[in-house]
């Protein structure tokens, strides 16, 4: 499987909107899209600051994404 269809699997299963916030979380955190997905301490991280503070910084419910 190439990195492109991984990455679009990853679209699939945990939803666009979790793909973005994965983005701004690597950025403030200084990590990478892999560290997060594939490191169940950075993931467990991501998903606490998912459902607080991205979803109040940017408007959104704050029970997250029902997804996943």
């Not at 701004?24 to 990590?31: A, D, H, N, P, Q």
């Not at 560290?35 to 503070?53: A, G, L, M, P, Q």
Request: aromatic residues 20%.
């Amino acid at each position: 499987m190439s990195i492109l269809q991984e990455y679009e699997n990853h679209v699939k299963y945990i939803g666009r909107d979790r793909i973005n916030a994965i983005d701004v979380f690597s950025e403030e955190r200084g990590l990478f899209y892999s560290d997060i997905v594939y490191s169940k301490e950075y993931w467990d991280e991501f998903d606490k600051w998912y459902k607080t503070i991205y979803n109040n910084r940017y408007g959104k419910s704050t029970r997250g994404d029902k997804k996943v």
